[in-house]
């Protein structure tokens, strides 16, 4: 530790990381001293704000259930098929490497990335599709994961006071959307929480709606997200005998490979060789800046995710147990919202966010308790509690033949 770290290290060295990112980063990248939070801090420790963001991440109860949440495949006995953790983890490495390159800031990217997905409902996208539909028949907005995650951080978190993250990882977090086919992103400017706050509610009410982020970080980590999971999953499909390697499209196989790494490696180099971000000690460009890849590359993966859809996602071998999954949900939905509403309990054993703050108790209406406690379970946590109120559940199986 040199001397000046060791006279003060809780503001010096936070403010000397502070000034480097003005010499390192691009001009249009985020600054740490310019994050802003919903709730002011008095300023902590030697870590800059991003990195703290980051860290607080990690340490909450969502990221920690992670470890048993569906990707794509569940209810297989194979312990080399990718989770949700996996796949955050790999967003987080991916969308650093892209932003090392490009010199933006990695402490924003990497919170954005473990956060991402942290309002995902058991069972992936059709727990998400499932718990949706219930939502709507008791009044509330369709189940977008992505509001989740926002909600989960700042509303259920430690007994709902939640993490006081910062506007510019809650916003990437908002409109991270990887599912949304987009070849180029731009950043848009956001002015505040309120701002923030009325893009939820449009999304809430439009979930077709395309969000901007507002950093260029966060457009980063939308498109790696992308990069993380396409060729990841047709790994795990061949894994599983869903697909053979030989099946991937022959215009995608000739531009990006046919294995995880090849995919990875061509779509991130043709990431940064194509996106437009000011380099350090330049003056910012006119425009916002703007991250994407070249027009055949862009094709070739529309293509891939086409091909994945097709073969994977919507094959019948991955879809066979979600009709007894999607009745699972039905039922936990209505035994919790009787129990809160008419308070049976039956052989209940579980709080209910019971033991959240009185706020939340007095403010949530019972479908909003029930949609907030359903979309934090684990897969074998929602198994047992189906198990435990007499719907039939499906059971592990080796493989998917």
Not at 23 to 48: F, V
Request: aromatic share 8%; charged share 25%; net charge negative.
């Amino acid at each position: 530790m040199n001397d000046i770290a060791r006279d003060n290290p809780e503001f010096i060295v936070a403010d000397l990381l502070n000034d480097r990112e003005e010499a390192l980063l691009s001009p249009a990248a985020a600054r740490s001293r310019h994050a802003t939070r919903r709730n002011e801090e008095a300023r902590i420790g030697y870590r800059q704000n991003f990195a703290h963001d980051a860290d607080r991440i990690l340490h909450t109860r969502a990221y920690t259930r992670y470890i048993d949440k569906t990707q794509v495949f569940c209810l297989i006995r194979n312990d080399h098929i990718t989770h949700r953790v996996l796949h955050v983890q790999l967003v987080a490495r991916i969308a650093r490497t892209i932003g090392r390159y490009l010199f933006l800031n990695e402490d924003l990217i990497e919170a954005i990335s473990l956060g991402h997905d942290i309002g995902h409902t058991p069972f992936g996208h059709a727990g998400e599709t499932f718990l949706s539909k219930f939502c709507r028949e008791h009044g509330l907005p369709e189940f977008q994961h992505n509001i989740q995650s926002v909600r989960a951080l700042e509303k259920l978190e430690r007994k709902g006071r939640g993490w006081n993250l910062t506007l510019q990882t809650l916003d990437g977090i908002l409109c991270h959307d990887g599912e949304v086919h987009a070849s180029r992103i731009s950043p848009a400017p956001l002015g505040g929480f309120d701002e923030f706050d009325l893009k939820i509610e449009l999304k809430s009410a439009n979930p077709s709606l395309d969000l901007q982020p507002t950093t260029l970080e966060a457009c980063v980590v939308r498109l790696a997200d992308t990069i993380a999971y396409i060729g990841r999953d047709i790994e795990d499909a061949i894994i599983l005998g869903l697909i053979d390697r030989s099946e991937i499209p022959d215009r995608c196989a000739s531009l990006l490979g046919t294995s995880n790494g090849s995919i990875v490696y061509a779509l991130v180099t043709d990431l940064i060789r194509n996106s437009s971000v000011p380099a350090p000690g330049s003056q910012p460009l006119h425009t916002p800046g703007e991250i994407g890849f070249g027009d055949k590359v862009a094709a070739a993966l529309r293509e891939l995710k086409d091909f994945n859809y097709e073969k994977i996602y919507h094959a019948p071998e991955t879809q066979v147990h979600m009709p007894a999954i999607e009745a699972c949900f039905e039922a936990l939905f209505d035994f919790y919202l009787d129990h809160l509403e008419n308070g049976t309990d039956g052989d209940l054993d579980v709080d209910l966010l019971d033991d959240m703050d009185q706020a939340y108790i007095e403010k949530q209406s019972a479908p909003a308790r029930v949609r907030d406690f359903i979309a934090g379970m684990t897969d074998d946590y929602f198994l047992q509690q189906a198990a435990s109120i007499g719907c039939p559940v499906p059971s592990l199986r080796s493989g998917l033949h």
